[in-house]
């Protein structure tokens, strides 16, 4: 249960010594190049490449764990937001470096941004497929082969497992004749 009545207040937090946590003093380090030697003597120990090796085979993605160390590095007053910006990319290229030498291949992040798109576009198809079957009031075979498709599970699908088809040539349906009131033909 939480207790509503001991959060901090309004305000509070102008009333504390100033300078107390790490983050209101100035920097340890100002030049990013400092930062830089600093990060990478940290992390270039055998037992902490050992350490993050296990943590990127587990799946850990290279921009988290560099964004990770430069706001931590940041909320312990070592260096400035800014600092760790310009830090980071040179720290994730020595750390996707150093994982090369143990053999592991580093995902740069966790998500791929093509195959995000392609679930989206694959979600945006569905809805619309749903919501023209609720105002479609025939049922006929466009209807139930748009009701099949909006069912199929995009990942049951997959391009790499379907095997090239021969092609076939298309099936050319008879045309019906015209029927209602307005219908021209042989009375």
Do not use: C
């Amino acid at each position: 249960m939480v207790d509503v009545f001991s959060r901090p207040i309004p305000g509070q937090s102008l009333t504390a010594t100033p300078k107390n946590a790490p983050w209101e003093r100035p920097p340890e380090l100002v030049e990013t190049g400092d930062a830089v030697k600093y990060y990478i003597n940290k992390l270039a120990d055998e037992d902490v490449m050992d350490d993050l090796a296990v943590t990127f085979e587990m799946g850990a993605d290279l921009k988290t764990v560099v964004e990770t160390l430069m706001t931590m590095g940041s909320m312990k007053g070592l260096h400035t937001v800014e600092v760790g910006m310009l830090a980071g990319p040179i720290v994730a290229s020595f750390v996707k470096a150093a994982m090369s030498t143990y053999g592991i291949k580093v995902k740069e992040t966790a998500t791929d941004p093509k195959e995000d798109r392609k679930e989206r576009n694959i979600a945006r198809m569905k809805l619309l497929m749903q919501e023209y079957l609720k105002t479609d009031p025939k049922k006929d075979a466009g209807s139930e082969l748009i009701e099949e498709l909006s069912t199929v599970d995009a990942t049951d699908v997959s391009q790499d497992d379907t095997e090239p088809q021969q092609e076939q040539e298309p099936m050319v349906e008879a045309e019906a004749a015209p029927t209602g009131l307005m219908a021209k033909g042989e009375v």
